[in-house]
């Protein structure tokens, strides 16, 4: 039987991992026994990770510790994260290359964006494992559909630190329509209008026949559920200051009980006209040592108010991806609402007013993104047939030319996997070598784009400039992943690059921390075997506690001596060894004088009178 392939939403507030029974896409529940798994990651002060719910419930009590929405930083520079790094209550910093990373406390170290994504894979591989009783190394992972190269690389390299093996990235909106059963209609057209908790996308598919065909995609990476909870925070932050002076922006527990108060508000407010927030000793009033509360009455039509602009922006996303697309509103079939944020009644207002037609809501919108990355895992172990999925590339691919030039070699939207090639020259006389710079995004000058990486070229045959020819290729694969290659025509030289981003993580930086991980494996399981054998120490010492109490006085004061040492000895040893050989060292004294005490006892029962005479009792043998 071919090996079972999970799919999974890595999501920026939640994650789900689903896999393909038979002929239906099952999601599978987690450890504590839910179906959405929070993207939070806590390191404690005995260095123990916990992942999901666990650590979810230590972000107030310990914010610099615990890591949410890491998705918003995967892949990306310290430069571009530098907003998003002040909302949240962890210290994010630039690591030696440029890099966003964490400096988590209790770590004792840096930890990068991958290796937050790593643990929360690893607990969605693990509770699949347990599902399934089978041992699983594969999995399709689902990325919004405007993350860049970097983020897409990052996101693979999560992947493979947690164990598995991305067979594909997948684009969100894809997976939504895989779900949905595009697939299975006849020319169809469908716009996925993903809200999720920290990027915003818009996709536009055709499907018939088996055959799946995006058509365009637009998106805010900025943009999501997070950036709703962060104006109701506002919102309280400036009430509570109107009310009492104090800015609780500069206490970091304060914010963290305030974004789980403004999440819980905005669910709310989905389903309720009003709703009630409530948080008791907020803060201490520095004047009079008194402890303050926070109470605040949130209505939808105020909540509305505030998010209005919000819901403008993913509206302008909609119109841009119809016009990439050359389509009308009137030319889509169905609006399929993936991601949390679209149960918000304005969101589904707007949706009704722009198409004229009520949004599809057939599938959990939480779920709706690991069903499809399920169904395409089930294609790519065979289990599904008969699909075929064409993505596209969400943004323009090229290099830099002379005067500092963008010039594109595969324009957004275009189908992949694709592969271009183009002549390229020499600007000045004599040139013996050239770099190329790698690019990506919609602007003429290559100083406005994002930089993908540069490589060069070097033993060009000496020439007047215009008379090299050296071909350049780009050849990107199924999973959006860029390999560029660059030839002298005349020599044959050639020089290659994946797209292993000029930041982001090596091969050597990905098998280091796999060796760590596996380290720390060991460790955790001699820290379970030494608590075992404490645990089994600490029952023989109770039982020996227990024979002295009732029969201290029938037994010779130097065993008494013996076996109070030897329980003074085990006490210390489980207090505080750390060595295993020892506790069950001690275990083995406790047991032999246990031994001494139980033989001298029924010796003595033996000397009663009539207790010797050997006689056999009648019946069953005790």
């Known amino acids: ?36 798994t929070p993207s939070v990651v806590s390191w404690t002060k005995e260095k123990e990770i916990l992942v999901g719910e666990p650590a979810k419930r ?21 430069e571009e994260v530098k907003e998003e ?59 919004p559909a405007y993350f860049n190269e970097r983020q897409r690389q990052a996101t693979k390299d999560a992947g493979r630190i947690a164990g598995l093996e991305v067979v594909r990235i997948l684009n969100e909106p894809t997976a939504a329509a895989l779900a949905y059963g595009l697939d299975k209609k006849s020319d169809v057209r ?45 919102w309280l932050i400036e009430e509570f200051k109107k009310d009492t002076g104090i800015d609780l922006r500069k206490d970091r527990t304060a914010l963290q009980r305030l974004k789980d108060a403004a999440e819980q508000a905005k669910k709310e407010l989905s389903f309720k006209m009003e709703t009630e927030i409530n948080l008791p000793f907020i803060t201490i009033d520095p004047s009079t040592n008194q402890p303050l509360h926070l109470q605040k009455t949130l209505t939808r039509a105020r909540l509305e108010a505030m998010i209005q602009d919000l819901i403008d922006r993913t509206m302008e996303v909609v119109k841009r991806a119809l016009e990439d697309a050359k389509l009308r509103p009137q030319d889509i079939d169905e609006v399929v609402l993936v991601g949390g944020s679209t149960r918000i009644p304005l969101v589904q207002q707007r949706i009704r007013e722009f198409f004229g037609k009520e949004p599809h809501k057939g599938v959990n919108p939480d779920e709706v993104v690991a069903v499809g990355a399920a169904i395409q895992a089930g294609i790519v172990s065979g289990q599904v047939k008969e699909i075929l999925l064409v993505d ?67 033993g060009i045959p000496p020439a007047p400039r215009g008379v090299p020819k050296i071909e350049v290729c780009f050849d990107i694969d199924v999973d959006g992943i860029l ?48 608590i075992e054998a404490k645990n089994q120490l600490d029952q023989h010492v109770y039982h020996l506690e227990k024979v002295l109490r009732e029969s201290r006085d029938k037994l010779p004061s130097d065993l008494v001596s013996e076996a109070e040492a030897v329980i003074t000895e085990a006490r210390k040893a489980i207090e505080s060894s750390q060595q295993i050989e020892e506790v069950r060292r001690v275990t083995e004294k406790v047991l032999s004088v246990a031994g001494k005490v139980g033989s001298y006892l029924y010796q003595e029962a033996g000397k009663k009178p009539g207790g010797d005479s050997g006689d056999v009792i009648e019946g069953k043998p005790l």
């Open 190 to 234: 469908i716009l996925v209008y993903d809200f999720g908790g920290g990027t915003f996308d818009v996709s536009i598919l055709e499907g018939g026949e088996g055959v799946i065909e995006v058509k365009a995609t637009a998106g805010d990476t900025h943009l999501g559920g997070a950036n709703i909870d962060e104006r109701i925070m506002e």
């Open 483 to 530: 390999h560029v290659t660059a030839k002298d025509l005349a020599t044959g030289k050639e020089q290659s690059m994946r797209i292993q981003p000029s930041s982001g993580l090596t091969q050597e930086e990905i098998e280091r921390i796999i060796r760590e991980a596996q380290m720390h494996e060991e460790e955790d399981r001699k820290k379970k075997e030494l």
């Open 85 to 143: 790094a002040k909302r949240v209550s962890y210290k994010v910093v630039a690591d030696e290359k440029g890099d966003a990373a964490f400096d988590v406390p209790n770590a004792g170290r840096l930890v990068r964006p991958e290796e937050v994504g790593a643990q929360v894979l690893k607990k969605l591989k693990e509770a699949a494992e347990a599902y399934l009783g089978e041992k699983i190394t594969k999995a399709v992972i689902t990325v």
């Open 392 to 458: 596209v590339t969400p943004l323009s691919l090229g290099v830099e030319t002379y005067g500092g030039v963008m010039t594109v070699l595969i324009p957004r939207n275009t189908p992949i996997p694709y592969r271009k090639c183009e002549i390229f020259t020499t600007a000045a006389d004599y040139q013996t070598e050239v770099e190329i710079h790698v690019l990506q995004g919609e602007r003429p000058l290559a100083k406005d784009n994002k930089s993908l990486g540069r490589f060069y070229l070097t």
């Open 58 to 78: 230590r972000a107030i009590l310990d914010p610099e510790n615990t890591i949410y929405e890491s998705k918003r930083f995967i892949g990306r520079k310290f």
């Open 1 to 36: 039987m071919a090996e079972k392939v999970i799919g999974i939403d890595l999501g920026t507030t939640n994650s789900v991992v689903a896999v393909m029974m038979g002929d239906e896409p099952v999601v599978i529940p987690n450890q504590e026994g839910s179906r959405l």
